[in-house]
């Protein structure tokens, strides 16, 4: 991959625990309609780390968006107690720093692709729980929670609220960084655990980068690698923005 330095190259030698190529991704599979009392729902896989999304929608909005003339889009994330090998606490009065952090990201990532005065004066929650984590949870969070939200838009359509789908393109997430002096995508937990370099990319189906988050966890990298890493990154981004297509026919 053009950009990164020799000891960070993409290498066929190179071989992870797993048996994945350094710019594989692990298995993703996006299973639709998996709740009943949900207008869209989607349990995401990346691998080991399954997410369930879930889209209901309000015809109502927040206080403070009243007389906005536009809806809005917003996400709950939660880690169940039995997702990580160690139980995880319930969150109950105190929301953990952590995932009031994702669930912004993810509200901010489907609000890059909704046309929000199309969507009319309702209030869409695209709630995220994880059912089990292996790293990657926020980046399967925002592509399972795509499929959840145009599923969700789909039968709000359907039932006669709003004219149009409201969406204006796809949005998919996907992790990577240099793990042993190797450039890997897609990090699983060990790998994302004791990355050098740990980043995520948040992008659209017309290639624009709503975010991007990234780390020298243990070293420092150059613009080079930045380089290097990113194109690795749109790479998965483009893999699954079409498996979000096979499964919606968004662009059909």
């Not at 990346?46 to 003339?69: M, Q, Y």
């Not at 995880?88 to 953990?96: A, C, D, F, L, V």
């Amino acid at each position: 991959m053009g950009g990164l330095d020799t000891a960070n190259n993409l290498s066929a030698h190179f071989q992870r625990k797993d048996g994945r190529a350094p710019d594989e991704l692990r298995k993703v599979s996006l299973t639709r309609n998996v709740m009943k009392n949900a207008l869209g729902s989607c349990l995401c896989e990346f691998g080991d780390t399954r997410v369930l999304c879930a889209a209901t929608i309000d015809e109502s909005l927040p206080a403070w968006r009243k007389n906005a003339h536009a809806g809005w889009v917003t996400a709950e994330y939660a880690m169940l107690p039995a997702s990580t090998g160690q139980r995880t606490k319930r969150e109950y009065n105190g929301r953990k720093g952590r995932s009031m952090e994702i669930e912004r990201l993810i509200g901010r990532s489907l609000r890059a692709v909704c046309n929000l005065r199309a969507l009319g004066e309702c209030c869409v929650t695209v709630d995220c729980d994880v059912l089990q984590a292996d790293g990657g949870t926020r980046t399967a969070s925002i592509t399972g929670a795509w499929v959840a939200l145009h599923d969700a838009l789909c039968a709000w359509v359907d039932a006669g609220k709003i004219r149009r789908l409201p969406l204006t393109g796809q949005v998919a997430a996907v992790s990577f960084g240099i793990v042993d002096g190797q450039a890997l995508l897609d990090l699983n937990y060990p790998e994302d655990s004791h990355a050098e370099v740990d980043m995520n990319l948040v992008a659209t189906d017309d290639g624009n980068i709503v975010e991007l988050q990234g780390t020298g966890e243990r070293i420092c990298f150059s613009r080079q690698q930045l380089d290097g890493l990113l194109d690795l990154g749109q790479a998965g981004i483009e893999q699954l923005i079409a498996l979000q297509n096979d499964v919606t026919h968004f662009r059909s």
